[in-house]
């Protein structure tokens, strides 16, 4: 599902917004929960699941092409963690 598949269902769904609205609406959503990340925040959404930011540290690798170790340097890195009603829909 794509970003415009979430715009026409919400265009589909909600009878008193325009096919473009929808898309803002869309945008701005996605856009509070990029901040909420980058602020450092957990992002939580009942019934759905909750979005963070992990901070992973240096390690050791190898190079797939040359064999060669190599220093992966520290990141941060966005995670899900479903909710359990969301996992529930799958079984």
Excluded: W
């Amino acid at each position: 599902m794509t970003k415009a598949d979430l715009s026409r269902v919400v265009y589909e769904r909600h009878g008193g917004l325009s096919n473009k609205e929808a898309s803002r609406l869309v945008d701005l959503i996605l856009e509070f929960i990029k901040q909420g990340l980058c602020d450092g925040e957990r992002v939580q959404i009942s019934g759905f699941g909750t979005f963070l930011v992990r901070e992973k540290k240096e390690r050791k690798g190898r190079n797939p092409q040359t064999g060669e170790e190599m220093t992966i340097l520290p990141r941060k890195s966005v995670v899900f963690r479903p909710s359990k009603s969301f996992q529930n829909g799958f079984s």
